[in-house]
């Protein structure tokens, strides 16, 4: 869920339209002040406990704003994106009626906006969650990859040890023959001297 509780369209200092999704709080004195002030295009405000961003749109010179609670959502970009989204949906329905929207006041648009509040605001909502299954899919995916690659590796190294201790065996055995064949000669060599010295003694 969004922790979106309030959303304000504004021209100028006039608050066309507001909304409060389910769990919101009326912001309305909070957004008048903040539309009293210069606001920068895609900027956060915090005040009474509160975060208020702010999307401008220069079409037909509105200013979107939505309030979150502080809590920290699992896409810092969600406020943008929906007001972002908001932004293009509100031109594209009230486009053509530029003219009535330029003398509307306070409030006009309230009743007749809030279901595309509530509709933009699940879409965002239902993309999030989409981009969320996403990332954990691919999160998980290169866990999996990760965890394949890991026993690959393990498994070129369990068998270059065993080469390596095979081959071992082989030196070892072969250093035995050669030790054998040595101690072999070695014995001869000692009755040789033995039957030499026997045959001076006679």
């Not at 200013?63 to 007001?83: H, R």
């Not at 026993?151 to 030790?179: G, I, P, V």
Request: contains cysteine; glycine residues 2%.
């Amino acid at each position: 869920m969004s922790n979106i509780v309030f959303v304000a369209v504004s021209r100028g200092n006039i608050i066309l339209a507001t909304y409060i999704p389910q769990s919101g709080v009326d912001l309305e004195r909070d957004v008048q002040k903040l539309i009293s002030q210069p606001l920068n295009n895609n900027e956060q405000r915090r005040m009474n406990y509160y975060i208020f961003s702010i999307c401008k749109s220069s079409p037909m010179n509105l200013t979107f704003i939505c309030a979150s609670s502080n809590e920290k959502f699992e896409d810092p970009q969600f406020p943008f994106k929906f007001l972002d989204q908001l932004s293009t949906r509100w031109n594209f329905t009230y486009g053509d009626k530029a003219s009535s929207i330029s003398t509307a006041g306070p409030h006009s648009l309230t009743k007749s906006s809030q279901s595309l509040f509530e509709n933009v605001l699940k879409e965002v909502t239902n993309i999030s969650k989409t981009e969320k299954m996403k990332q954990n899919l691919e999160a998980t995916q290169r866990m999996m990859e990760d965890s394949v690659k890991g026993a690959m590796d393990r498994d070129e190294q369990l068998h270059q040890l065993t080469n390596k201790s095979e081959s071992l065996m082989a030196t070892s055995e072969n250093f035995k023959a050669q030790s054998q064949n040595l101690k072999n000669k070695m014995r001869c060599s000692y009755y040789r001297s033995l039957f030499i010295k026997f045959l001076i003694i006679l």
